[in-house]
């Protein structure tokens, strides 16, 4: 079946970080986009990252932008999100969610993980 498998989160400080992990399976790991996406309580959902294929482009939200590091290991289908300098308004459920299209396209998310929470608090 296909997967995805988030861990790493807990309670931070402002100011402090913390490194999400994402496990795939199931699918050919090395094709495809990989992209972050979280939601705060009581809001909607926001795209965070994204991450192509081979690793070669990122791309980010502004809100994190400089912030937060996308990366990614085929070797390990595993793809990560280093999460510095963390403010109170980073506290949400994070989601990794794996893109349609294998060539980059914009054909949307089609498999998402359960979730792991990040709370940032003093």
């Known amino acids: 079946q296909v997967q995805l498998v988030e861990s790493g989160g807990g309670l931070a400080q402002p100011g402090g970080s913390l490194r999400l992990s994402c496990a795939a399976s199931?699918?050919?790991?090395?094709?495809?986009?990989m992209n972050w996406v979280r939601q705060a309580p009581g809001k909607g959902l926001e795209w965070v990252s994204n991450?192509?294929?081979?690793?070669?482009?990122?791309y980010y939200a502004d809100s994190v932008k400089g912030r937060f590091t996308i990366s990614r290991d085929n070797a390990k289908n595993t793809v990560y999100l280093q999460m510095n300098s963390l403010k109170p308004e980073d506290t949400a459920l994070y989601y990794c969610?794996?893109?349609?299209?294998?060539?980059?396209?914009?054909?949307?998310?089609?498999?998402w993980g359960q979730g792991t929470q990040v709370t940032v608090s003093p």
């Open positions: 199931g699918f050919t790991f090395s094709s495809y986009p």
């Open positions: 991450i192509y294929s081979d690793g070669s482009d990122t």
């Open positions: 969610a794996k893109d349609r299209e294998s060539d980059g396209g914009d054909g949307g998310l089609d498999v």
